[in-house]
Every structure is written in C-alpha cells, then in structure tokens.
C-alpha cells in the first residue's frame, strides 16, 4: 500500500487541498457578489423587459462576451498589473482571486440572465399591475421565483471555479491542479496524479450536491 | 346616467411595432364602465380583448387616445401616482400568475407589503380574511404548485381583493378551468359584485360566461368594438355576424317552402303570455316552429323563436306580434 502512493507526501495534499478550498471559496463568493447584479442588469435592460435601456444593455454584454472569450491562462497574465493595484500582489491565493472572479463573474451573469428569463412572465405582469415599484418587483417576484434557476448557477460556477483553480498554480496558487500538474504530470509521479484528481472529484462531488439539495428545496412548488 | 363612469377609454388605440410592421390591436376603442356593474368584453381569439384589458390599468400604454380611472387620466401620471391608482384596481389572470415560491397566503400578503406601513401581523389576519372570503382558508400554507386551478384562481381573486380595489379586471380568468370550476368562480364573482358593490371588467371568449354574470357586452372584432349593449339585448338580436357567430347562433337552414319565415324576439313578461296560439287562432294563421329558444339572463327571461307563418292574414299577425311588445325580423335571406 504505501509503496502504491510512495511518492504522496500528505503534508503537501493537505496544503494544496486547503488552498484550492480558499480559493474557491474566496473567488466564489465575490463571483456572486459581481455577477448577480451583473446578471440582473443584463436581464432588466433587455428589450421587453422591466428596465429596457438599449445602450446599457449593448455595453454590458459587450463587456461580458469580451471577458469570456479571453482563455483563463491568458487573463492571468494580462489581469497582474489589475491584479497588483487591488491586491497588492499578483502571487498566491491573493493573487488569484481577482483573475478568477474576472472570469467566473461574467460566466456566471450569463447564467443569472437566464435563470431570471425563465421566470414566467406573468408574474412580473401581475406584480405590476398591483402597483409595484421595479425594486420590489425584483427583490419581491423575480428573484425569489429564480431561486432554483439561481442556485443550479452558483453550482455550476462553483465547479467551473475549481478547474480554474487548477492553472491557478502559474502565479504560485498552489492547489490540488497545481499539484497534479507540477508533481504528477511534469515529474511523472501517477500517485500524486490520481490522489489529487480523486480530492477534486470528490470536491466537485460535494458542491454538485450541496447544490442539488438546495435547487430542489427551492423548487419544490 | 349621471354618475360618471368609473372607467372610460377614448379613443384609445394601441399599435405594436412601427412602419410596414405595425399591427393594431385596438383601434379607437370607446368605452364607458359604469360604477358597480360587471362589463363583459367577447372576441374571438386575436381580436385584440387581452390588449384592451390591459390599457384599463396602463399595463399596456395606448399609442393615442385616453383612459381615465374615475375621471382621471392615468397616461399623464407620474409612476408613483400610478402605482397608487394601480393598488384600486385588481386583476386576476387566465394562468392565475402567482408565486410559485410563496404559499396561498403569502400570494396575497404579497400586494399588501407592497404598501408599505402595515404591520406584519395585520397583513397576515387581513390575508386570512380574504383566503377565508374565497372559501380557502384551510388551504393558506399550501404552494400553489398544491392546489388545484380553480383553488389557484381564488388565491389570485384574493390577491387582487387585498387593497380593497374598486375594480376588477378579469383577463380570460375562467378559461383554464373545467367548466364545473368556472361556474363557481363565476358565482363568485356575482357574489362580490352585489356584495362589496365591486365593479368588474372581464374578457373571454365565452359567451356562456357573458350570459352568466354580464350586464353589459361589448363585442370585439379586429380591435374594434362591433357592438355593444345590455347583455339581453345583444344576446336577442345581435346585430354582427361575428356576435352571432360567437353565440353559435346559426340561422336556422333556409325552410324549404311555404310562407313567410319570421324571427319573433321577446323578453320579460311577454315570454310567458300565450300570444302564439292566440293570434294564430286570431287570424287563421298557420306556424311552423323551427328553431327556437327560450331562456333567461340575470333573471330576465327571453325568448327567439324562428317560425314560418302560411295562410290567413300574415301581416295581421305579425302586427299583432308587435302591438304585444314582440319583435318581428324577416329571417328570409
């Protein structure tokens, strides 16, 4: 047994499995933060919609579409001079967030855009008609009746962080992907390899749950 | 005719989109609602009702023309004035529209936390009230994904009662239920309006639903009002082929033969009079019957009888007819 994971040293899992849960955490919950509002002013300025502000609504998708076609890797490096003015480094977990948030919170906008248009529209029509005003037909109507629409998108960007996470080992992260990457790929330890993929599908594992488990709260109607 | 109408529409159009485009959907409508009555408005599918109800409450925005809510135009309010005028006037939906994620009783809450200054504890014994008025008060925890749609229509009947509205829009609110359902809730609504004296604005394409609980019709044919009247007398004598045809009211096959054929139109006590008999024996008349109906609206009966009439003195007769207060209307085309 031992000799099948010689190479492992637990100390390092624990470490990279810590960082990779920091930087999740860390990056997603700014994620929300950024891209729910993001992603309701994307949904509101629409055409036909509560807010309908033509301009607005072109420069924001505009933004959007160019941050999620930049590759992760490549805003990593184009995102350090942002990255050293917000956080005062560009190296480690600190280091990482903002690049990560930079890309998972349009991501995650674009899934909180459609999530909101799932929300039959006749709701929204019947709010207005007894006299609401647009902030309480978004706080009150639209945001509540989104909830499992909302929480299946925190899931899916929760797991698309943690692959993220992965590359995030260039600016000196650390993690679980940086781990596989360093150790099992480019000093062909398989042991390392397997112990950090299995540590990531188990992560992945435990958010599609949580998540499952709260969208199917929320939806039971 | 004193009183000011409750709700009036003047000239009101509404036109989507622009250029080579454009659709009208409502065409220079003029409407007068009067306080206290129940105001039907029949089409067929497309003829623009969902859209005529939704300028009463400003929900679509006429392209010209007025709607004044007790004598005031709402298309030059602020959205805060309007909001306010919105809060007197209640609505309920084809497709109910509440809130998946709340119970019954937070469906009906929900209009009255949008005022603001109402203790939460007061908003939930009033939303009990009104689930209570509805006949679902066992029901207030309950989702609506638990209830059955004409359990979900009064839920939304309660909704739109919350802020004590003088008016209710009906938008085809009967429509999705099976007919059982949709005769109480019918009811109910008959019920509210002798009750609270609540003035009701309804759409369908259904002119059963018209028959039931009208006072006024107005008929709806490529966005325009066709017609429009007291419900016995549209139903007595449409004057539009789309009227008739929405009553299902098929001219009877041209008789082949004899005589004249007539339609005698009558309402009230005449109904019951022995008049037919009477003249026919009167003046040698022979009849044949053949369509007829008789019938009440709202407690008033009336009666539609298609007759062809041979022999003896038509014209005496068909006088006579009219001398008793029946409405004689040659059905020969």
Redesign the interface.
Known sequence: MTNLLANVDWGDILAASEATVLMLAGSLVLTVAIGLPLGVALFLTDKGELLEQRWVRGGLSFVVNVLRSVPFIILLFVMIPFTVALVGTSLGIAGAIPPLVVSAAPFFARLVESALRAV?R??V?????????PR?IIL??LL??A?PGLTAAVTVTAVALVSYTAMAGVVGAGGLGDLAVRFGYQRFQTDVMVVTVVLLLVLVQIIQMIGDFVTAR?S?? | MAEPPLIELIDASKTYGAGPNATAAVQAVNLAVRAKEIFGIIGESGAGKSTLIRLINLLERPTSGQVLFEGEDLCTLSPAALRARRRRIGMIFQHFNLLASKTALENVAFPLRLEGGLAPRAIKARSRDLLDRVGLSTHADKHPGELSGGQKQRVGLARALACNPSVLLCDEATSALDPQTSDQMLDLLADLNRDLGLTIVLITHEMEVVRRVCDRVAVLDGGRIVELGEVVEVFLDPQQSITRRLLRDEEPPNPAGEGRTVRLIYRGAVTSAPLLGRIARETGVDYSIHAGRVSSIKGEPYGQLTLSLTGGDVDAALARFAAAGVRVREANS
């Open positions: 039959d006749g709701v029509e019947a709010a207005q008609a007894m006299g609401a005003t309480q009150g109507a509540p009746e909830k929320f039971r109607r």
